[in-house]
């Protein structure tokens, strides 16, 4: 790849991800409430988004989290605990079962999007495109891992976390990626772009959700009836009602 095309996708690309995502996310909040939803189907077709999105949320999830923690956690932090390599076998075990999964639901759901006539004429087109971007990418996902099994000593694992630690701190230096195979290069470049299309789709939702942890810590509701002065007891059947 050509210098500058590889300085811009690993060195550049990344923050223009990054702010639109945040920003396009604070924007779309601000502006358009009414749009920021998951947009269930479930009212249109149960039976197989029951399968789907299960399978789905609980494989995205888990690879969401792993990335996050698996890429952001500095090298010297974890190998007091456990050597790379048995870092990478971890990932990739785990991350292979969790991608499996994932890869199943998403199958599911992107079929009965496509191929359900009611569900397919009240989708977006951003929910289609969403679910075809996500599935390539999984894909993608999935064809690195024989690749990183591969490399028993971790170096691209540590390649890799090494990029994405510098970007998060402000010091990019995208040298290392040169010497990875295709399948890492595209899966990056795909991943950003995912959170360049965040706010202009319906993945927005994935912040309320994240945001529901809140609910476990907020003060109880409570609820009061909108009718003053009202004696107790006035809801319950009168004397004169009883004996009739
Ligand atoms: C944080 C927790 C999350 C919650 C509570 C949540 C909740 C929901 C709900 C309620 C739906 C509507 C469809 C259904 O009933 O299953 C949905 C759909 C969807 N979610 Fe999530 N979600 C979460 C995380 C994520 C993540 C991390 C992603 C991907 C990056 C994602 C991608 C999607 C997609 C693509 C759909 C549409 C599926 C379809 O075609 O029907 N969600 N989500």
């Not at 990478?88 to 079962?97: F, M």
């Not at 202009?200 to 002065?229: C, D, E, K």
Request: proline share 5%; net charge positive; hydrophobic share 50%.
């Amino acid at each position: 790849m050509n210098t500058a095309v590889h300085n811009f996708l690993f060195n550049i690309y990344p923050y223009i991800c990054l702010a639109i995502f945040l920003m396009g996310s604070l924007a779309r909040f601000d502006r358009d409430q009414y749009t920021w939803k998951s947009d269930s189907s479930q009212l249109l077709r149960a039976g197989q988004l029951r399968w789907g999105s299960n399978l789905f949320h609980g494989g995205i999830l888990f690879l969401f989290f792993g990335h996050l923690f698996g890429q952001l956690t500095p090298h010297w932090l974890y190998e007091i605990f456990v050597t790379a390599s048995q870092k990478q076998l971890v990932a990739v075990v785990a991350g292979g079962v969790a991608g499996v999964l994932c890869f199943i639901g998403l199958t599911l759901l992107l079929h009965r999007r496509l191929f359900d006539p009611r569900i397919r004429l009240t989708s977006h087109r951003t929910d289609i495109a969403i679910l075809i971007i996500l599935w390539v990418q999984l894909v993608i996902g999935l064809v690195t891992l024989p690749y990183s099994f591969g490399h028993t000593d971790a170096s691209a694992m540590l390649v890799l976390a090494d990029w994405a630690q510098r970007i998060v701190t402000f010091r990019p230096n995208a040298d290392g990626l040169l010497a990875l195979d295709w399948p890492y290069m595209i899966h990056l470049i795909l991943g950003m772009t995912i959170f360049l299309l965040f706010p202009f789709s319906r993945l927005v939702h994935v912040w309320s959700g994240f945001a529901t942890v809140a609910f476990l810590f907020r003060p109880y509701q409570i609820m009061r009836s909108r009718r003053l002065n009202v004696p107790p007891g006035h809801n319950l059947p009168r004397q004169s009602d009883a004996s009739v």
